[in-house]
Each structure stands twice: as structure tokens, then as C-alpha cells.
């Protein structure tokens, strides 16, 4: 009896290694493609990552983000809503912490740095409830509404750093540098590794425990598994389905403060890489398949994916490699799980 | 007058790519299978002409390096949605950012790096119908024009006279409502489905092609701005028709010219608001689509033989 759960185990992690390990091999491929050596280009990269402290825990701090959204996902697919605007909701997040941020410019950390989680949270919350009520009351198709919505968040973040939220110091159209106070504590010195682990290990915890033995959870599956089963057994599908989204949106919010207040320190135009179309909430999509929607699984995942991210930019560092080769083995990745993974 | 021509000609050439991708994504839709892939392969099949035309300076070769990107393209998403009965979503999502990434990357490494610039290539040529293109305001409009465009106004009669009037078109409408009695009924519903993905697929790549060949004579990174979405979009809120695909597709057209024309005329307008304003139609759509629209029975569900 105790046998096949096992070895079934084993699938389930080396699954995940072998797809990022088919990641890199892509990506030399590609490099090979250009014109350059993916074997000199490869052994830089890991050079340099290896020679530093910082580029180490940097790992971690992709993972962080990537372990929040994950989470958020893992939320809304275990209820089989397909979030797939997760990039659109972090973007809400950061927005809604910048507001709330340049009014509240002289509070001690510890206030700001709670407050901007929980704004973010509603923010992310907000951007997603739109959708899902579509979907509950109407039954429109969220992936297209989700996925539209990330444009219009991009758009509308723009709109505000081009007026508003301009920064009254360089003029750029970028967001005014948060308060000191809002700068989240760094673990380990010299590095940009800070609390927001914890906090995002914290949040993985809640949710698997929050699915697993709580009754919204229950709900929250079983909405999952089979809406009329759902519906005989007397839930409210349609309210489930906008609490699912809801909760999920505003979790990967909360991705967009850890972003403000840990890695750019104000709200920018890069502040997740490609405009709205390929940044870290469609990672997270792959993070959140590759761990089943299990929210602990997702930690794992995270590590992983994020030890790629950080190869590749590191790629660009030291071998001259353009970065777009993270996006195009992202999407390569995402295929090899279709294929991998009913 | 000017203005409207103006107005017009911008909205026809914003619309042909368009109207190219959702009449693929119709066929594609009846049968039974979302092809969201179609923005990465407008994209894929952009780059790939431009690339093609600016190598061997023939802008015949370009087009049809376009439609290969889309058949090969299509080949793939077949295999993965009709036959092994995959995730539509979730792979055309995937595809979308590979396509991203893949043109980008070839297109600095390739392109940028190489020229240290991005160069030119020349564009379809335009063809004046005689007489017809006399006629004021609509002349000028829908008569001086690429050989593209004019296929592309034929494509409307011909794929409708396909779809709604021959035994093909009636088994490609049938296998989306029902593939079951359709396979009952000794329909190869696996083979209708793989045609209606590769026709989509391959149009998505023309339709790429004419944005670089067509209209702009040079690639930029992502240029495809989400107008596969859009198509999607104008195929849901078409209700699935032929008629409504002209239409809401020419709208959104006028709506894209109009906005650029605004942004010079009204510039207290912000232009990040204008230039949202594809995607908050987009939803909109999918709004007023989900309640009137009737979408193919089964549309979404993998057929997949257990036997």
C-alpha cells in the first residue's frame, strides 16, 4: 500500500526539475540559433551566479513573488476559475500601495508595511471581482475577461505615472521612491532578500490550509470538481465562484506590494517585466500547474522557476545573451507542461 | 471629406489583419476549439515575413513565409488540442509567449544587433481598380489597395458560400455542437477539427504578414498589441457569424483610426485611456456577447476518443 504513493511522489518532483532542465537545453538551443556558444554562455552565467551572495539569494527573492502568485492561483484553479489575470491584479496591487503610500508618507513601518499588503490586497481583489461576477452572473468566459483586464491594468498604472503619481524629484514618468519606512527589511545584508519570504511562505501555509481543512476550502473544491454537485449540495455556486476570484486576485495583489516594497521601491514600468502580457502573474500560471494547484507544492516550483529567471538574466549580464530568451523558454515551458500534464 | 476618408482608410487597415484572424478563429470556433494562439502566431508570422522580405527583397516570399508560419504553427496546435485533447486554454497562452519571446529575441539578435537599426522593407503595392476607385469617398477606400486586401474582401463571399453551403462547411459547423453524433454518423470529426485549427493558424500567419507587409514596413517587439484577442473578441460578439465578423470587425477598425485621429484633435483626452480603448471593447464584447450570443454547443470540449 505504501508503495505506489511513493514512487508517485518521486514523478511529481522530478517532473517539474526535468521541465526546467528542458527550459535551459531550449534555451541553448536558441542561443545556438544566434550565432553564440550556449556551453561558454551557460558556464559565465553560473559563474557569476556562484561568485556572489547576492546573486544567490536573488533566487529567492523571484521565488518569493513567484510563491505568492502561485498561491493565489493555486486558489482559483483548485475552484476551477481560470485566473488568468494574475499579471493584471499585481499591477491593481502596486497601484493601490502607491496611493495609499503618498499619503501616508511619515508612518512608522511598522503600520505602513501592513497597510500596504492589505491595500494591495484589495486592489488585487477589486481588479478580479470584475471578471468573476462576470462570469458567475453571466457566465462570460473568464479567461478572456481576465486576460483583457491585464492590458487595461498596465494602461491605467501608466495613465497615473505619466500624471498623479509622477515623481516630483527626477520627472520621470515613474512613481515618487516609497518612504524608508516602507522599505521592507533586508535578511541578509548586501542582498535584496527581505521579510516578504516569510510572508510569502506564511501565505502558501494559509491557503493550504485554508483548501484543505476549512469549509470554504471544501466549497471552494467542490465548485472545482463539479458545479452541479456543488449547486445539489446547496451552495451558492455563483457566490463561491466570485469569492474564489476574489480571494485569488487579491493574493496575487498582495505580489504587487511585495514587488513595490521589496525589489523596485516604487511603482515603475518594469516593475514586472513585459508590459502586461508575459510577466510574473503568466509565470505564475506555470508555477501553479506544475504544483497540481497545491499550495505547498507551489514553494517548490517557485524555487525552481525562479533559479531560471535568475540564470537567464544573468545570461544577459555576463554572455551578452538578450533577455527575451527568458520569455521564449517561459512559453516553451508552459507547452512542455500541456504536453506533460493532463 | 478628407477626414473621413482618412478615418476610413486607417479603420480598412487595421481591420484587414483583423478581419483575417477572426475569420480563421470562426472557422476554428464552430468546429468545437479555441485557438488562442492566433496572437502568437500573428506575431511569429509578422516577424517571420519581415524577416523573409528584408533577406531576398521579395515581398511575395514574405506573405508566404507568413502562411507557413501559420500552417507549421497550426500542425502544432492541432496535434496538442484535437488529438491529444489538451488544455486550449492553457496552450495557446503558452504559444502566445513563446512567440513573444522567440521574435524578440531573433529580432535583437538578428535584427538590432546586426543593422544597429531597424531597416525598412517596402510594402505590398497598392493596385487602383479602375473606374471604381473614381467614385468619392468609397473609391479611394475600398479600391486602392493591395492584392491582399482585395483577397481578403473575396474570402468573405467565398468562405461563406464554404461554410453555410457545401457538405465541408455544414460537417465543420456540425462537429462544434455535437461530435459525438457527428462521429456516430460517421463523421471524422478529428480530421474536420485538424482542418478547422490549420485554416485558422494559417490565416493568423497571413495576417501577421499583412500587418508588416501592409501596413508598417517594419517589426517591432510585440507589435501585435493583442489584436489576436481582439479577433477572438469580434468572433464571440459576432455571434459566430460570417456577417458579424464584417462588421463588428470594421468597427473595431473605425474605433482604432478614430482614436488616433482623437488623440491629435483632443489631446486633453489622455492617450493611455485611447489606447485602452481596444480592450475595454474587448470586454465589453465578451459582455454583450455572453447575453445574447449563442456559442457552439461545444465549443471547448475536447473529443476524445476511449475507445
Known amino acids: 500500500m505504501k508503495k505506489p504513493v511513493y514512487i508517485l511522489k518521486a514523478i511529481d518532483v522530478l517532473k517539474p526539475i526535468l521541465i526546467i532542465a528542458l527550459g535551459l537545453a531550449i534555451g541553448g538551443i536558441l542561443i545556438f540559433v544566434s550565432g553564440q556558444n550556449p556551453l561558454t554562455a551557460y558556464q559565465l552565467a553560473f559563474k557569476v551566479f556562484t561568485s556572489s551572495i547576492f546573486k544567490i539569494t536573488d533566487v529567492f527573492v523571484y521565488a518569493t513573488i513567484l510563491i505568492i502568485i502561485g498561491t493565489g492561483l493555486a486558489v482559483a484553479f483548485t475552484g476551477n476559475m481560470w485566473n488568468i489575470g494574475a499579471e493584471g491584479q499585481l499591477w491593481i496591487g502596486a497601484l493601490a500601495a502607491t496611493f495609499v503610500v503618498s499619503s501616508l508618507r511619515n508612518a512608522p513601518p511598522a503600520v505602513l508595511i501592513p497597510i500596504l499588503y492589505i491595500s494591495s490586497f484589495l486592489g488585487g481583489a477589486v481588479w478580479a471581482f470584475f471578471p468573476g461576477m462576470l462570469k458567475a452572473k453571466y457566465g462570460t468566459n473568464e479567461v478572456l475577461t481576465t486576460l483583457l483586464m491585464c492590458p487595461i491594468a498596465i494602461y491605467l498604472v501608466i495613465y497615473f505615472l505619466w500624471g498623479a503619481l509622477q515623481d516630483p524629484v527626477t520627472g520621470y514618468a515613474q512613481g515618487e521612491l516609497i518612504p524608508e519606512a516602507a522599505f521592507l527589511p533586508v535578511i541578509i545584508p548586501g542582498t535584496r532578500l527581505d521579510i516578504g519570504l516569510f510572508l510569502a511562505l506564511a501565505v502558501a501555509l494559509i491557503v493550504f490550509v485554508l483548501i484543505e481543512k476549512t469549509v470554504i476550502g471544501y466549497k471552494i473544491k467542490i465548485i472545482g470538481a463539479s458545479p452541479k454537485t456543488a449547486q445539489y449540495g446547496g451552495i451558492n455556486l455563483a457566490s463561491m465562484q466570485i469569492w474564489t476570484m476574489v480571494i485569488s486576485g487579491g493574493i496575487c495583489g498582495l505580489a504587487g506590494a511585495q514587488l513595490l516594497m521589496g525589489v523596485t521601491h516604487r511603482l515603475l514600468e518594469g516593475l514586472s517585466p513585459g508590459g502586461g502580457f508575459w510577466g510574473y502573474g503568466f509565470m505564475g500560471i506555470a508555477v501553479v500547474i506544475m504544483s497540481k494547484s497545491n499550495a505547498l507544492a507551489v514553494i517548490g516550483t517557485s524555487l525552481l522557476f525562479a533559479f531560471l529567471i535568475s540564470m537567464t538574466f544573468l545570461l544577459e549580464a555576463s554572455a551578452g545573451v538578450s533577455h527575451f530568451i527568458f520569455e521564449f523558454i517561459e512559453g516553451f515551458i508552459i507547452l512542455l507542461i500541456v504536453w506533460l500534464y493532463k | 471629406m478628407d477626414l473621413a476618408i482618412g478615418l476610413l482608410q486607417g479603420a480598412l487597415m487595421y481591420t484587414i489583419p483583423l478581419w483575417l484572424a477572426a475569420m480563421g478563429e470562426l472557422v476554428q470556433q464552430r468546429a468545437g476549439t479555441w485557438g488562442l494562439g492566433i496572437e502568437g502566431t500573428m ?121 453555410y453551403k457545401t457538405s465541408f462547411g455544414l460537417k465543420n459547423r456540425a462537429v462544434g455542437e455535437s461530435a459525438e453524433k457527428c462521429n456516430a454518423l460517421g463523421i471524422n470529426v478529428i480530421k474536420t477539427r485538424t482542418l478547422s485549427v490549420l485554416f485558422a493558424y494559417t490565416l493568423a500567419g497571413l495576417s501577421g504578414a499583412t500587418l508588416v507587409l501592409g501596413s508598417t514596413g517594419s517589426f517591432t517587439h510585440g507589435m501585435t498589441a493583442g489584436r489576436g484577442f481582439l479577433a477572438i473578441a469580434i468572433v464571440i460578439v459576432s455571434n459566430w457569424t460570417l456577417l458579424g465578423v464584417a462588421i463588428i470587425g470594421f468597427l473595431f477598425g473605425i474605433t482604432q483610426s478614430g482614436q488616433q485621429i482623437l488623440q491629435i484633435f483632443t489631446p486633453q483626452i489622455p492617450w493611455q485611456l485611447l489606447l485602452a480603448i481596444p480592450y475595454i471593447f474587448g470586454i465589453s464584447a465578451l459582455i454583450v456577447g455572453a447575453l445574447r450570443a449563442r456559442q457552439p454547443s461545444e465549443l471547448g470540449i475536447p473529443f476524445l476518443r476511449q475507445r
Open chain 2, 43 to 163: 506575431l511569429m508570422g509578422a516577424f517571420v515575413s519581415y524577416f523573409i522580405t528584408l533577406k531576398t527583397e521579395a515581398i511575395l516570399l514574405g506573405i508566404l513565409s507568413g502562411l507557413l508560419v501559420g500552417i507549421i504553427t497550426g500542425l502544432f496546435m492541432a496535434l496538442f488540442i484535437v488529438i491529444l485533447g489538451r488544455s486550449q486554454v492553457v496552450t495557446g497562452i503558452g504559444l502566445n509567449i513563446l512567440a513573444a519571446g522567440l521574435t524578440s529575441f531573433l529580432f535583437v539578435e538578428l535584427i538590432t544587433k546586426v543593422y544597429n537599426r531597424v531597416p525598412y522593407v517596402e510594402l505590398m503595392h497598392v493596385v487602383k481598380v479602375p473606374l471604381l476607385s473614381r467614385v468619392p469617398v468609397l473609391g479611394p477606400v475600398f479600391f486602392e489597395n493591395c492584392s491582399v486586401t482585395y483577397g481578403v474582401f473575396l474570402l468573405f463571399p467565398v468562405l461563406g458560400i464554404i461554410l
